[in-house]
């Protein structure tokens, strides 16, 4: 028998954008939070939502993702 996954069934992300302004730049800034935790993380880069993502357990490297049918 199989050994039950721990990793939830579902998870909820939720995603806040902003622009920060100086006087030489701008830039998008934001931060994500799994709703089930109540955990944080402030992130400049996108790359870093998905780093967060995955350290749920959620799109883990191995899992391809039904669409982006090109990385198949």
Do not use: C, K, Y
Request: aromatic share 12%.
């Amino acid at each position: 028998m199989a050994e039950p996954s721990r990793i939830s069934p579902a998870s909820t992300f939720v995603i806040r954008f902003w622009r920060d302004w100086s006087v030489t730049t701008e830039r998008w800034r934001g931060r994500i939070e799994h709703v089930q935790s109540g955990q944080r993380a402030d992130f400049v880069e996108p790359e870093d939502i998905l780093r967060f993502v995955r350290s749920f357990g959620v799109m883990a490297d191995n899992q391809i993702s039904p669409s982006h049918p090109e990385e198949q």
